[in-house]
C-alpha cells in the first residue's frame, strides 16, 4: 500500500492493510479491504476522518478475514 508522503497516524494504520503475509485463501478476503484502503487513499485529504474511516475499515476486515479462518478451519 503506497502511503508514502501521507500524515504519519495515516501512513500508521495503512500499513496494516497489508495482505501479502497471509496464506492464500486469507489474502482473497483481505485484499478486498486493501483495494479499498488504496482508494480512499487516493481520493481523500488527510486528516481525522480519513484516519478514522480507515481504522474502522480495518476493524471490518479483521472480523471478515476472521470468519474466512473459521470457515477454513471448519473444512
Same mark, same amino acid.
Given at each position: 500500500? &503506497?502511503?508514502? /508522503? ?5 501512513a $500508521?494504520?495503512?500499513?496494516? %492493510?497489508? %495482505?501479502? $503475509? =497471509?496464506?492464500?485463501g486469507? +489474502?482473497t478476503?483481505?485484499?478486498? %479491504? $486493501?483495494?479499498?484502503?488504496q482508494? @480512499? @487513499?487516493?481520493?481523500?485529504?488527510? /486528516?481525522?476522518?480519513?484516519?478514522? /474511516?480507515?481504522? !474502522? =475499515? @480495518?476493524?471490518? !476486515? &479483521?472480523?471478515?478475514?476472521?470468519a474466512? =479462518?473459521?470457515?477454513? +478451519?471448519?473444512?
Amino acid at each position: 500500500m &503506497d502511503a508514502s /508522503g501521507r500524515h504519519p497516524s495515516t501512513a $500508521h494504520i495503512a500499513r496494516y %492493510f497489508d %495482505f501479502e $503475509h =497471509l496464506p492464500a485463501g486469507l +489474502q482473497t478476503v483481505s485484499r478486498l %479491504f $486493501h483495494d479499498l484502503a488504496q482508494e @480512499l @487513499l487516493d481520493l481523500l485529504p488527510d /486528516g481525522p476522518e480519513l484516519t478514522a /474511516g480507515l481504522r !474502522k =475499515l @480495518l476493524e471490518a !476486515k &479483521d472480523c471478515a478475514v476472521r470468519a474466512a =479462518l473459521d470457515t477454513r +478451519q471448519e473444512s
